[in-house]
């Protein structure tokens, strides 16, 4: 709230301060935005002489170190209803809001799609409302193979990477974006590739859609599965 009579005068001594009241706004100007929302008198309430403010979500664009300035001009009025205009600046400042994951996509997400060859592709897209932020996005692949940072649109917000997988198997594919000031997003989906492997110490045996013969043995005194 912003006590814009505080400092007001009148030259009219018997004009008492207590009385004076804003009557209306007049002008909205914002500066420093990078998408310029639009302009409203619902960001602004007139209480008891104060201007309280409040743009909701429509300056969330500013990241964290950034500001906007936002200049409104009013009319107050004194108890014999003379009138005089001003203006007042509030300075707005950004903090910043983590990445959120949209969807995300596995060319190999259930055994019906199960990789032929090993090799499975991924492609995603996330949102910020901090619309100056660039991203990273990085994956693990569930492997054990060392995780990836790998390539991103930063217009579109779009990422894609492909892994080839030594062997069989069912792995959980663990994506995660991040923004320039540590806030990040994650999400999960899996990668579904043909053949015999273990996974996290489990057997996974997925089948191809021929008629597949799978022989299974245990050496009990070296404690193997074969």
Do not use: C
């Amino acid at each position: 709230e912003i006590d814009v009579l505080a400092n007001d005068t009148d030259v009219d001594g018997d004009d008492a301060p207590e009385n004076f009241q804003v009557t209306h706004l007049d002008s909205i100007l914002v500066t420093g935005l990078t998408v310029s929302p639009s302009l409203s008198s619902d960001w602004f309430e007139l209480v008891n002489g104060l201007i309280r403010f409040d743009p909701g979500q429509d300056f969330d664009q500013l990241v964290a170190g950034e500001s906007a300035w936002v200049t409104v001009g009013y009319t107050m009025s004194d108890d014999e209803s003379a009138t005089a205009s001003a203006s007042v600046s509030i300075n707005v400042h950004g903090v910043n809001d983590a990445p959120v994951l949209l969807n995300l996509n596995s060319s190999s997400s259930e055994p019906s799609l199960g990789a032929t060859d090993g090799q499975v592709s991924i492609n995603g897209s996330f949102f910020d409302l901090d619309l100056s932020d660039t991203h990273t996005v990085s994956v693990d692949w569930g492997d054990g193979s060392l995780v990836e940072e790998v390539a991103v649109d930063q217009v579109a917000d779009t990422f894609g990477a492909s892994h080839d997988y030594a062997t069989g198997g069912v792995f959980n594919v663990v994506v995660e974006v991040e923004d320039p000031h540590g806030a990040l997003h994650s999400a999960t989906t899996k990668a579904y590739v043909e053949g015999v492997g273990f996974v996290d110490g489990v057997v996974y045996i997925v089948g191809t859609e021929h008629r597949d013969h799978v022989k299974v043995k245990y050496r009990e005194k070296q404690n193997q599965l074969l």
